[in-house]
């Protein structure tokens, strides 16, 4: 699960709904005068837009246009269209069509959101028209490891029989530092997630498959950027996919699998210098 210390919202950072050929996705926007680029950021499993608050002022003071967004089946853009599908195909589709309204964008996946935006790559066409880049934010080759696909199998197993609701007090943070304010946006946010979007997602991460050599031929430039310690892929694992794709790799001491929000200026350095070189 994606982790969150404060939802307090930067003056630079607007709230916006951004309209697409498959749906209107809720998203938060931070720019300067005159961005050298955008990035789209993608969230993780039962993560949102608010996972990259403490990104967004400094990604836009080094020059670029940010965009930060909820995936279909999260927190406030829920179902985005009428019928939805949440196969992370689709997903992956919708990462696309958002990059068709901003322009070429540096893509970043964060853990789930990772899986994602590694197939919006790879499903594209032509890679090199619609990303100026993709970083993989703790984010492995493939299936989580063997603990975490284990959490996973239970989450399964109670999305059986529970609403997701319900599910909240097995899943609060025992962290008392974390602030009632926060608490109950976490609860909020855990409430609206589409039961069909946990479900499958929770099935893709047990199951994906290694897709690294797919992806070194993708075209485009590649970085992984990965917070220690961490439990839902090995650092291991990240290290040897980065050196099979030639992509830049940066290891953040002390990120754990969040590291946008426990070392969120270590993660803006190693974003802002692979994009401008």
Request: charged share 20%.
């Amino acid at each position: 699960m994606s982790q969150i210390l404060s939802i307090a919202r930067p003056d630079s950072v607007r709230s916006v709904r951004l309209d697409t050929d498959r749906g209107t996705f809720a998203a938060f926007t931070a720019a300067p005068p005159a961005p050298r680029g955008t990035a789209l950021l993608v969230p993780g499993f039962n993560g949102s837009k608010e996972d990259f608050l403490p990104l967004l002022p400094g990604l836009a003071e080094a020059g670029y246009r940010v965009v930060a967004i909820d995936q279909r089946g999260q927190y406030e853009t829920g179902p985005a269209s009428k019928a939805p599908s949440y196969a992370p195909d689709d997903l992956a589709s919708d990462v696309t069509a958002l990059a068709g309204v901003l322009g070429p964008v540096h893509l970043v996946g964060h853990s789930y959101g990772g899986l994602v935006s590694r197939l919006a790559v790879l499903n594209s066409p032509s890679a090199a028209e619609t990303w100026a880049s993709l970083t993989l934010l703790n984010f492995g080759p493939a299936a989580v490891s063997e603990s975490t696909r284990e959490r996973l199998r239970l989450l399964l197993d109670a999305l059986r029989t529970t609403p997701v609701p319900d599910l909240w007090p097995f899943l609060r943070p025992e962290d008392g530092g974390v602030s009632e304010e926060v608490l109950s946006f976490l609860s909020d946010r855990w409430a609206r997630n589409a039961p069909e979007a946990l479900r499958l997602a929770a099935e893709q991460m047990i199951t994906e498959p290694d897709r690294t050599e797919a992806l070194r031929g993708c075209g485009i430039p590649l970085s992984v950027v990965f917070g220690t310690p961490e439990e839902t892929w090995p650092e291991r694992e990240a290290a040897a996919m980065a050196r099979k794709l030639g992509a830049r790799y940066t290891e953040i001491m002390g990120g754990g699998h969040s590291p946008n929000v426990y070392e969120p200026e270590a993660v803006i350095e190693a974003l802002t210098s692979f994009w401008n070189a």
